[in-house]
């Protein structure tokens, strides 16, 4: 007997070994996913307090955009500590805590030189007062004595001793909290971004760029760190890079699509060091200036930018809401091959089972996404009750979707469990014993599945429908009947 109906997927009862089985085949339901270690940021912060999130009222986090998990804060160092040893740390706490009661997380960059007048010490004044050397610098033109803006000499003794005190309070405070996505080095070169080429133009070698690496990682010992990718400018070679990678750094690209057509990006060779264990950061050029430079077109080159860097998070750098207003349908495409997206294409089990059989399992999973799973995890089935009671929970521990491959859209390879296993990546039917009653009682009971610890609590959020709200899924249902 074979009985076919749909209700969003596929089930159909098939005899094994004596059980009818029940299988279900479910669609991807195409929704924007938010889950650790992946996802859309806003630049809340940019360089300075004026923009982008100071346009939006204190109660707006943006909610109708999709995808979206990290508000980004992006501040010169003198905003933090405006004299030695006494510290602002509001400035970035009150955004970060409307942002964070949504359920976002944040991430930091730390700046010691920007280009704008308004603010022409980034680095503290009170530093170069305390005889660090530096320079005055005119954007785009060098060194200029009469200009107000001031960039530090990054390899001065007092200027580093100075960034090593500030690092270490910023670190006491943040590293490692669970709110905290990642981290950038941002203490060498304009904006942070790791070069001089807008600001004094004075070339640096390898050796610098280790100093700052280091002083991160010294503090910084938890939360992920991110390296530029302009650290390996000025001929400074991916020597400066295979150490950030060595120190359990990741990689950020800034500023994609500053220039046209071929020359959107430069560095997607350099994400081979880092996406197959760490999330590549990858920040868009300014929307509007982007779009004004005829660069930016249908955006369809930031899409190909997360595929060849294998991306994790896409900033935007613009107003959050007018940049998805104008790019609904690429923001709709970037979510569903952005990071990692764990699809189950089949699960089966006993439609009907007696306490002293097995519970015999099988799925297939495909990772619809451009990178690993990070965080990893583990299936599980949990059955509830008519009440929503949980009654069994049952973990396949040997499971692990952080392995599951990546690939172009809709070629990557399933992974699974089957009877018939249809390629040399899958295994068998993985094998449960019941509790015993009065833990499991005999009835009808809901089937969910979910990813998440060897305990069976949910971590990652899945493109399946009829969710519980804690990142489990109904698939269907099982009679256990008395023995």
């Known amino acids: 007997m074979t009985i076919l109906f749909r209700i969003g997927w596929l089930i159909a009862p098939l005899c094994l070994l004596g059980q009818t089985r029940t299988t279900v085949r479910p669609a991807d339901t195409g929704v924007a996913l938010v889950n650790p270690g992946m996802g859309w940021a806003f630049h809340h912060y940019d360089n300075n307090i004026e923009r982008y999130g100071l346009h939006l009222e204190p109660s707006d986090t943006v909610d109708d955009f999709p995808g979206a998990s990290v508000i980004y804060l992006r501040l010169a160092w003198s905003y933090l500590e405006p004299e030695e040893g006494k510290f602002n740390w509001s400035i970035v706490d009150t955004p970060a805590q409307r942002w964070i009661d949504k359920g976002f997380q944040v991430a930091f960059r730390f700046t010691c030189a920007e280009s704008n007048p308004k603010q022409p010490y980034a680095t503290p004044k009170w530093v170069q007062d305390a005889g660090a050397k530096g320079y005055h610098f005119a954007r785009g033109k060098g060194i200029d004595a009469g200009s107000p803006m001031w960039e530090p000499d990054y390899n001065d003794p007092i200027f580093l001793e100075k960034l090593d005190?500030?690092?270490?309070?910023?670190?006491?405070?943040?590293?490692?909290?669970?709110?905290?996505?990642?981290i950038d080095v941002g203490s060498f070169g304009v904006w942070g971004e790791g070069h001089t080429e807008s600001s004094t133009k004075l070339p640096?070698?390898?050796?610098?760029?280790?100093?700052?690496?280091?002083?991160?990682?010294?503090?910084?010992?938890?939360?992920?760190?991110?390296?530029?990718?302009?650290?390996?400018?000025?001929?400074?070679?991916?020597?400066?890079?295979?150490?950030?990678?060595?120190?359990?750094?990741?990689?950020?690209?800034?500023s994609i699509l500053v220039n046209c057509g071929d020359k959107a990006y430069h560095h997607a060779y350099l994400a081979d060091l880092f996406w197959p264990q760490l999330p590549v950061v990858l920040e868009m050029e300014h929307y509007g200036p982007s779009v004004e430079r005829g660069c930016w077109q249908d955006g369809s080159l930031f899409l190909k930018a997360i595929e060849d860097y294998h991306g994790a998070y896409a900033t935007v750098h613009w107003y959050p809401r007018e940049f998805y207003q104008k790019n609904k349908k690429l923001?709709?495409?970037?979510?569903?091959?952005?990071?990692?997206?764990?699809?189950?294409?089949?699960?089966?089990?006993?439609?009907?089972?007696?306490?002293?059989?097995?519970?015999?399992?099988?799925?297939?999973?495909?990772?619809?996404?451009?990178?690993?799973?990070?965080?990893?995890?583990?299936?599980?089935?949990?059955?509830?009750?008519?009440?929503?009671?949980?009654?069994?929970?049952?973990?396949?521990?040997?499971?692990?979707?952080?392995?599951?491959?990546?690939?172009?859209?809709?070629?990557?390879?399933?992974?699974?469990?089957q009877e018939k296993t249809s390629s040399q990546a899958d295994g068998p039917l993985i094998s449960y014993a019941l509790p015993p009653d009065p833990i499991l009682k005999p009835g009808t009971y809901d089937v969910f599945v979910s990813v998440g610890t060897r305990t069976g609590t949910p971590k990652i959020a899945l493109p399946l429908p009829d969710g519980d709200g804690h990142r489990r899924y109904r698939l269907g249902k099982i009679t256990v009947r008395v023995e």
């Open 165 to 182: 005190h500030f690092l270490a309070a910023a670190a006491a405070r943040y590293d490692g909290k669970p709110e905290v996505a990642f």
């Open 331 to 417: 923001v709709d495409d970037i979510n569903m091959r952005l990071g990692y997206r764990l699809q189950l294409l089949e699960a089966s089990w006993p439609a009907e089972i007696a306490r002293d059989q097995p519970l015999k399992v099988g799925y297939r999973w495909r990772n619809a996404g451009v990178s690993p799973c990070y965080p990893g995890g583990h299936p599980a089935i949990t059955l509830k009750d008519a009440k929503g009671g949980i009654v069994g929970v049952f973990v396949d521990e040997s499971f692990e979707v952080r392995t599951l491959p990546t690939g172009p859209p809709g070629k990557a390879l399933p992974v699974g469990r």
């Open 204 to 254: 640096y070698d390898a050796r610098t760029i280790k100093t700052h690496l280091d002083l991160h990682k010294k503090h910084f010992k938890k939360t992920l760190l991110a390296a530029n990718d302009d650290f390996s400018n000025h001929g400074r070679g991916l020597e400066t890079l295979h150490y950030a990678r060595e120190l359990g750094m990741t990689l950020r690209d800034d």
